[in-house]
């Protein structure tokens, strides 16, 4: 009776153990694409600056993700331009694609002088970008989902 207890017991356990091990390495999340699709300048002081990121994702998954935080980095003209975490609290359709914003303010002073006139309309321009980070998801035993990218974008002004 023991062994069969044992047996049942290895018969329960182990596929769950082997589920758990391949959702939390992110094997049955396939990696979404994310694209920066747009940046725009949205205020300019002295103080600072206020820029929204725009992002395009495809979810290539036949279930919805429920995105919990964004974690990103981007850069423009390879030079360091915004990174951070923030709230998610949106949804990609399965199979589908959705987009999403970010506010980010900048500091003038830190900022690359060359970035600064490309944001300033001054030396409107097609830039160069990189974007990689994380989704952080509303799917119990799943790490975080990795997204990297990278191609060209015109800068807007407001």
Not at 45 to 53: D, F, V, Y
Not at 54 to 76: D, E, G, K, M
Not at 119 to 148: C, H, Q, W
Request: hydrophobic share 40%; proline share 6%; aromatic share 6%.
């Amino acid at each position: 009776m023991m062994k069969y207890r044992v047996l049942l017991i290895a018969i329960v356990i182990l596929p769950v153990l082997t589920l758990s091990g391949c959702a939390s390495s992110g094997h049955l999340v396939r990696q979404p694409t994310v694209q920066l699709s747009g940046v725009e300048m949205t205020r300019l002081k002295l103080s600072g600056q206020t820029c929204r990121l725009s992002f395009a994702v495809s979810n290539p998954n036949p279930f919805p993700l429920s995105i919990n935080s964004v974690r990103y980095h981007v850069q423009l003209s390879e030079q360091r331009f915004a990174s951070g975490e923030t709230p998610g609290n949106f949804s990609i359709p399965a199979e589908s694609d959705g987009r999403f914003d970010i506010s980010v303010d900048l500091d003038i002073m830190k900022t690359a002088p060359r970035l600064t006139n490309v944001l300033r309309g001054i030396a409107r321009e097609s830039v160069t970008y990189e974007l990689n980070g994380t989704f952080s998801l509303d799917m119990p035993l799943v790490k975080s989902v990795p997204f990297s990218t990278s191609g060209v974008i015109t800068i807007a002004s407001n």
